[in-house]
Structures are given as structure tokens and as C-alpha cells.
């Protein structure tokens, strides 16, 4: 295995350029693509194409095929983070700009503490935690107010509350992976989920009539090239960066990317997406990142009762 200090800077540099920059300019070529594709099929699309070339891949390199059991922790995996997450991600960005929708997807971490406090209880409230949870509420608040005069649009209620639908989404199946049998191999696990969420989105599609309005010869090649660019680069590279660099560096260096892609989003949707970047945008924006960073930056506190049976085990 390559140790840290043989290993060649410019390959860590390139990895977390990738979930930097890439997964961040993700959220303007979904804009791009939806507008054109109905967008349960255009998720489908590029989900089961990346689903199927990771599966099929990591069979290549020996990876044994998930057990019946696996399978199904899957499939539930990926009906909440495909179909519920993704699925809402890629309809709401018909109504709300790209770089917003980054940040809207940025309080992940915000529902999964909430989660763990009132459900799992395995989480503490404490003051700080308190803090952070209020500031990424008062984030949202900013964006899709109507009552603050910031001197620009406030976004689509509609689009918000998929969005925040998506992000509880992800987090309830951020919180069940903790417990459901998965594959060992994190990108065999990560492939049968996009695998099953390709197909479960497909289904959707269909089920909402996607199929009948779909018009291939009217979609543009700026749609077409979205497309191959979110497979490509957002899905096969961007996963295989993300892998590699959990195996080589913290996990507290690489989640850095939570920060990261919600601003690289805001900021390549309104130099190359045309997007507005109101003072509104910019508050929404730090609030919920501050909020963020607040909650993923503090030590857990468990209640005594965990605590004792933690103890006990």
C-alpha cells in the first residue's frame, strides 16, 4: 500500500480537486439537463449508467456480489438517497437556482443530528449544538422568506420544501447505514445502491408518465453533454476519487468537501449559469455552512443511557 509520504502530492491534490470542484459544478448541470428531460428520467439516466459501469467494475477486480440480505439494505438505501434525495434534488432544480440548491442540500448534516437527537437518541443537545441547529434553520429561513426585505427573490417554496424533504431523505438513510448489512467494500456497496436507484428512479419515471414527454430529437447537446458529464465526472470519477482518498487521508479532511461544494455551486452558477447572487443568496449561504461546520466540527456527547449500555456491551 502507498504510505503517505511516498505517495505523490499531485495525486491527493487531483482527488480533492475532484470532490471540490467537480461534485460542486454537478448542481449546475443538473439545472442544465432538467430544463430539458423530465427530471425523474434524467436522474434515472444518470444513475443507472453509473450504477451499472461501478457494479459491473468492481466484479471485474473480484469483489463478491452482494447477498440477498445486502441487496434489500440497498434497495432501501437507494429508494431514500436515489429516489427521495436525488429524486427531489433534480425536480427542484426546475424551480430553484442550482448554487441554492447546493446549500439547501448542505443541511444533511443538520437533520442527521436532529435524527439522533429526538429519534435515535444517541446523540446529546448541548448549547453549542443548540446554536448550530438554529443558525441553519435561520439559514433557510433567509432563503425562502418573504417577509425580509433583502432586495432580492426569495427562492420557490415548492422547490424549498423538496429540497428539505431530500436532505431529511439522505439523512434518515445516512442514519440506517449504520445499521443495515452492507457489502464491506464501500464501492461495491456504493455501486448496488446507485445500481438500485437507477432502476427504482426508472420506475418512477414511468409510474409518473416522464417516458410520454420525453422527446429525444428536441433535447439540445448542452442537455446530452450534461448528462455524460454527470455520469462521468460527478458519478465514476468523482465516486473513485472520494474512495481513494478515504482509504489515504482523515475522514475529517475529506468530509471538508460538505463546505466546499455548496459555494463552488453559488459560484459557478453566477459566473456560468447566470444565476443571481443577491445579498439574500450570500446570507443563506453562510448561515447554513457556519451551521454546517458548527455541527460536523463538534465532539458527539452521548446520553448516559447509551453511555451505560455502551459500557455494559
Same mark, same amino acid.
Given at each position: 500500500m502507498e504510505t503517505k509520504a511516498h505517495r505523490p502530492m499531485w495525486k491527493t491534490l487531483s482527488a480533492f480537486a475532484v470532490i471540490y470542484l467537480v461534485w460542486g459544478s454537478t448542481f449546475l448541470a443538473i439545472r442544465v439537463g432538467v430544463h430539458e428531460v423530465p427530471p425523474l428520467l434524467f436522474a434515472a439516466m444518470r444513475f443507472l449508467v453509473a450504477g451499472i459501469v461501478l457494479y459491473v467494475w468492481m466484479i471485474a477486480q473480484g469483489e463478491r456480489t452482494p447477498t440477498r440480505r445486502q441487496w434489500m439494505? &440497498?434497495?432501501? !438505501?437507494? *429508494?431514500?438517497?436515489? #429516489?427521495? %434525495?436525488?429524486?427531489?434534488?433534480?425536480?427542484a432544480e426546475q424551480r430553484v437556482p442550482s448554487g441554492v440548491a447546493a446549500v439547501m442540500m448542505a443541511t444533511i448534516p443538520v437533520f442527521i443530528a436532529v435524527f439522533e437527537i429526538i429519534l435515535l437518541r444517541t446523540q446529546k443537545l448541548t448549547v453549542r449544538l443548540s446554536l448550530a441547529l438554529l443558525i441553519g434553520i435561520g439559514g433557510v429561513?433567509?432563503?425562502?422568506?418573504?417577509?425580509?426585505?433583502?432586495? %432580492?427573490?426569495?427562492? *420557490? $417554496?415548492?422547490? &424549498?420544501?423538496?429540497?428539505?424533504?431530500?436532505? =431529511? @431523505?439522505?439523512?434518515?438513510? @445516512?442514519?440506517?447505514?449504520? $445499521?443495515?448489512?452492507?457489502?464491506?467494500? $464501500?464501492? =461495491?456497496? &456504493?455501486?448496488?445502491? =446507485?445500481?438500485?436507484?437507477? #432502476?427504482?428512479?426508472?420506475?418512477?419515471?414511468?409510474?409518473?408518465? /416522464?417516458?410520454?414527454?420525453?422527446?429525444? /430529437?428536441?433535447? *439540445?447537446?448542452?442537455?446530452?453533454?450534461? !448528462?455524460?458529464?454527470?455520469?462521468?465526472?460527478?458519478?465514476?470519477?468523482?465516486? +473513485? &476519487?472520494?474512495?481513494?482518498?478515504?482509504?489515504? /487521508?482523515?475522514? +475529517? $479532511?475529506?468530509? +471538508?468537501?460538505?463546505?466546499?461544494?455548496?459555494?463552488?455551486? #453559488?459560484?459557478?452558477g453566477y459566473f456560468l449559469g447566470g444565476e443571481p447572487l443577491g445579498l439574500r443568496a450570500i446570507l443563506g449561504t453562510l448561515f447554513v455552512l457556519c451551521s454546517v461546520l458548527m455541527i460536523t466540527t463538534t465532539r458527539a456527547k452521548k446520553p448516559k443511557a447509551v453511555l451505560a449500555t455502551e459500557e455494559a456491551v
Open positions: 439494505s &440497498a434497495t432501501l !438505501l437507494a *429508494s431514500l438517497i436515489f #429516489v427521495g %434525495d436525488y429524486g427531489l434534488l433534480f425536480w429561513a433567509v432563503l425562502v422568506s418573504r417577509s425580509l426585505n433583502l432586495g %432580492d427573490t426569495p427562492i *420557490s $417554496k415548492v422547490g &424549498a420544501i423538496a429540497l428539505i424533504f431530500g436532505s =431529511m @431523505s439522505w439523512s434518515v438513510a @445516512s442514519v440506517l447505514t449504520r $445499521k443495515l448489512p452492507l457489502p464491506a467494500s $464501500k464501492a =461495491m456497496s &456504493a455501486g448496488a445502491q =446507485m445500481l438500485a436507484g437507477g #432502476v427504482l428512479l426508472t420506475v418512477t419515471a414511468a409510474a409518473f408518465g /416522464e417516458f410520454r414527454r420525453f422527446r429525444p /430529437e428536441i433535447v *439540445s447537446r448542452g442537455a446530452w453533454l450534461a !448528462l455524460v458529464y454527470l455520469i462521468v465526472a460527478g458519478s465514476i470519477i468523482g465516486f +473513485t &476519487a472520494y474512495v481513494w482518498l478515504i482509504h489515504h /487521508e482523515s475522514p +475529517t $479532511k475529506v468530509g +471538508t468537501y460538505a463546505y466546499v461544494n455548496p459555494i463552488v455551486a #453559488v459560484i459557478i
